[in-house]
C-alpha cells in the first residue's frame, strides 16, 4: 500500500521538475515569453492548490481510494492533452486538467498512509518513507526531462505520464482499501470557488504586473478582486464553521498554523528559485537541457535521501529542530547563489545546490508530520490537503513574483534579478526558522 501510495505522490512531483528543465524549448517552440512560461507552471500549480481541500473533503467522504483512482485518470488526460498541445493556450489549459487530477490524487495518498499507520511514531515514520520515495521523482526530473527532450522533444516529459499513470491505476485497484466517512462532512463549493479565485486574481497582478507594471489598469483590478476575494472568503469559511472546507478553528493551534506557513514559505522560496534558475542555467549560461537536469541532481538527491531520515528523527525529537535546521541550511545555500554570473563554472553552483537540497530534504517531511499531528484524529485528510494547498498556493505566487522580478531571460537585468529572487527566498527562510523556533511542538509527535 505504502509503495503505491509513493507512485502517485512521485507521478505528481514529477511534473514539478520534468516541466522547469523544458521552460527554454517550450518557449521557443510555442513561441511565448516568461510571462507565458509562469501560465504553464502557475495553471497547475493554481488548480491544484485551489481543489487540494475539496479533493481532501471529498476523498473522506466518498473513499480516498475511489478519489485517488479518479484523480489519476484525470492527470493521465490532462498530461496527453499537454503533449498534443498546439499553442501555449492549450498547454495551458492542459497544465490545469492535470492540476484538477492532481488535487484528487494528492491528500488521498497521504491520508491513506496515515489511516494505515494510526501509532503516531509509526506514522512519522511511514511519511518519511512516503515523502522519500516520492521525493525520487525530484533528481529524476531534471534527467529524465533532459534525456527526453533531448531524444524527442520537450512534448515527451508530459507523454512519460501516460504509463506512469497506467501503473499507479492497476497498483491501486489492487492493494489499497477503501475508505469513507459518509456525513461527517460536506463539500464546500462556495469556499472552493473563492479561494480559486483568490490565488488567480493575486497570480494574475504578479504575473502581468511583472511584466507591463503595476500601474496598468488590469493589474490594479485584479489587486482590488484579490482583496474582495479574500474578505468573502473569511467570511463563508467563518460562517461554516467546522463544515468549511478551510475550518479557519484549525488555526487556533500554534504548532498547526506555523507548520502550514514553513510549508508555504519552503514552497514560495524554492519554486520561485527554481523557476528562475532553470531560466538561468539555458538562457545565460547556455547549457543544454540534458547539462542543466544533470546540474540540478545535486539539488533535489539530498531530498530524497534525507526524507525518509528525516521523518524517524521527527519521530523521536518532534518536528521543531528539523524545521528550523532545514530552514537555516536551506537559506545558506540560497545565499550562495549570489556568486553565480554568466560564466561561473559548476563548482560555484554545487555548494549552493547541496546546501539548499539538504535543507529542504530535512524540513519537508517535518513540516507534514508537524501539520498532521497538531490536528484531531480522523481529520488527517483535512490536514494533509491544508499543508499540500499552503505548498502548492505559496509556490504559484512565488513563480509569479519570481518571474515579475527576474523579467525576461535575455534582459540585461535578469542575471541581478535571478540575486534578488534568491536573496528575498534565504531572508523568508530565516524570518520563517526564527517564528517556527518558539512555535513549532519541540515534543515527539505522538505526545502532541
Keep these: 500500500m505504502l509503495v503505491a501510495m509513493c507512485v502517485g505522490y512521485f507521478l505528481v512531483l514529477l511534473d514539478v521538475?520534468?516541466?522547469?528543465?523544458?521552460?527554454?524549448?517550450?518557449?521557443?517552440?510555442?513561441?511565448t515569453q516568461v510571462s507565458g512560461l509562469q501560465w504553464v507552471v502557475d495553471a497547475y500549480a493554481l488548480a491544484l492548490a485551489s481543489l487540494m481541500l475539496a479533493g481532501g473533503t471529498l476523498g473522506d467522504l466518498r473513499g480516498h481510494k475511489r478519489i485517488v483512482l479518479i484523480g489519476l485518470v484525470v492527470f493521465g488526460l490532462g498530461s496527453l492533452g499537454c503533449a498534443l498541445a498546439p499553442n501555449v493556450a492549450a498547454l495551458v489549459a492542459g497544465r490545469a486538467v492535470q492540476g484538477v487530477g492532481a488535487a484528487l490524487l494528492l491528500p488521498g495518498t497521504l491520508a491513506i498512509v496515515s489511516r494505515t499507520f494510526p501509532e503516531r511514531r509509526a506514522q512519522a515514520r511511514a511519511i518519511g518513507v512516503w515523502a522519500g520515495v516520492g521525493s525520487l521523482a525530484l533528481p529524476a526530473g531534471p534527467l529524465l526531462g533532459g534525456a527526453l527532450i533531448a531524444a524527442f522533444?520537450?512534448?515527451?516529459?508530459?507523454?512519460?505520464?501516460v504509463p506512469i499513470v497506467l501503473l499507479a491505476v492497476v497498483a491501486c485497484v489492487i492493494v489499497v482499501k477503501e475508505s469513507a466517512q459518509p456525513g461527517t462532512r460536506r463539500l464546500d463549493a462556495p469556499g472552493a470557488a473563492l479561494g480559486g479565485l483568490l490565488l488567480c486574481a493575486l497570480t494574475f497582478a504578479f504575473i502581468e504586473g511583472g511584466r507591463f507594471g503595476a500601474a496598468r489598469p488590469e493589474v490594479i483590478v485584479a489587486a482590488v478582486c484579490a482583496v474582495a476575494l479574500l474578505v468573502a472568503f473569511v467570511l463563508v469559511e467563518r460562517r461554516l464553521g467546522e463544515q468549511a472546507m478551510l475550518?479557519?478553528?484549525l488555526f487556533r493551534h500554534p504548532g498547526f498554523s506555523t507548520a502550514n506557513a514553513a510549508a508555504g514559505a519552503m514552497n514560495l522560496g524554492t519554486l520561485g528559485t527554481l523557476f528562475v534558475l532553470t531560466l538561468f542555467l539555458q538562457s545565460v549560461q547556455h547549457r543544454s537541457a540534458l547539462d542543466a537536469g544533470l546540474s540540478l541532481v545535486p539539488l533535489f538527491a539530498p531530498l530524497a535521501v534525507l526524507a525518509p531520515l528525516a521523518g524517524r528523527l521527527t519521530s523521536r525529537i518532534g518536528p521543531r529542530v528539523p524545521v528550523v535546521g532545514g530552514l537555516v541550511i536551506?537559506?545558506?545555500g540560497l545565499a550562495l547563489l549570489l556568486a553565480a554570473d554568466a560564466r561561473s563554472g559548476y563548482l560555484v553552483l554545487l555548494p549552493a545546490f547541496l546546501l539548499w537540497g539538504i535543507g529542504i530534504g530535512v524540513l519537508t517531511s517535518a513540516v507534514v508530520a508537524?501539520?498532521?499531528?497538531?490536528?484531531?484524529?480522523?481529520?488527517?485528510?483535512?490536514?494533509s490537503a491544508v499543508n499540500n494547498t499552503a505548498r502548492q498556493a505559496a509556490g504559484a505566487i512565488g513563480i509569479a513574483v519570481a518571474g515579475a522580478i527576474a523579467g525576461e531571460p535575455g534582459g540585461s537585468g535578469f542575471t541581478g534579478g535571478f540575486h534578488t529572487v534568491a536573496l528575498f527566498a534565504a531572508c523568508l527562510?530565516?524570518?520563517?526558522?526564527?517564528?517556527?523556533?518558539f512555535l513549532i511542538p519541540g515534543k515527539p509527535a505522538q505526545e502532541g
Design 153 to 161: 522533444g520537450w512534448r515527451a516529459v508530459f507523454m512519460i505520464n
Design 330 to 332: 536551506a537559506a545558506g
Design 370 to 383: 508537524a501539520a498532521i499531528g497538531s490536528v484531531p484524529e480522523r481529520r488527517e485528510g483535512l490536514a
Design 429 to 437: 527562510y530565516l524570518v520563517t526558522a526564527a517564528a517556527s523556533l
Design 247 to 249: 475550518p479557519l478553528g
Design 17 to 31: 521538475t520534468i516541466v522547469n528543465v523544458a521552460l527554454p524549448q517550450i518557449g521557443s517552440g510555442l513561441r
